[in-house]
């Protein structure tokens, strides 16, 4: 049995895409995977514990964006970059920047017209991507908004449907369901190009910030240590299900988007993408 920790909550973005992959990974390593959620502390309570696992090859964690750099952005995070052993990608998903119905905001302009440092924008986790696509949509559009931080995007969503929170960016597997039910307004995703799970929301870009674009990037990750046959197993079985049709197609439309790559690719990758954070 692997145990994969997923360290935000069940429902969320990173919780779902995490089991879509890991029930077809299980069929390709012919084992059982078992999903722990373990929140809080914005994804350090997780990944800590991951650092306390045995470097065994059976116990892996979700990982994203910012994660290496927790102990430079939140206090008490008694990890840093080199606890964890990169294994890969699979996913770089957009986030979709939702308000809610009591908010009155029901396109760009009005969106851009709230940003008057008091409008709430709810983070799904601090200094997680959420806070990122903030700052960058901020920098892009000469607006600023009210920070609101959340565990998790679940969260984030429910006080968006009940008025709680004006405005915040979860990801498209995330906010599907609000916005099919009508109890949020979807503004724009923030993808370079429309989401085919979600066709009729325009990209920023298009909306008149030309250029603009960003994603979170999602993978693995295994404790220091770990042996690199069992992660290049974990990585290759994971490199199979990404090219299989049926399940990009599923995960599509799940709202995540398929983006993999393998096991030493990915040790370049985490290298730059902690810089590039840090930075």
Known sequence: TIEVIVPWGAGGGADVACRLVCA??????????VINNITGGGGSIGLAQLTKAP?????FAYFANTDSNGNIMLEGVPYDKDAFAPVCKFAADPHIIL???????????????????????????????????????????????KRLVYDGGAAVITDIMNGDCTVGTPFVSEALAA????????????????????????TVAEQGYEGFESTMWRGFVAPAGAPEEAMREFADAVGAVCEKDSFIEAAAAAGVTVNYTGFDDFQVFYE??????KA
Do not use: Q
């Open 179 to 202: 916005i099919d039910a009508g109890e949020a307004v979807a503004i724009a995703i923030t993808s370079a190009e429309r989401n085919p799970a979600c066709p009729d929301i325009p």
């Open 55 to 59: 470097a065994d090859g059976m116990t």
């Open 24 to 33: 077809e990974v299980e069929k390709e390593l012919g084992c059982t995977i």
């Open 99 to 145: 308000a809610s119905l009591a908010s009155g905001i029901t396109d760009m302009d009005s969106m851009i017209a709230a940003g008057d440092g008091k409008t709430l924008w709810g983070i799904g986790g601090a200094w997680t991507h959420w806070d990122f696509l903030k700052l960058e949509f901020e920098e892009a559009t000469g607006t600023s908004y």
């Open 272 to 277: 730059e993408n902690h810089e590039s954070v």
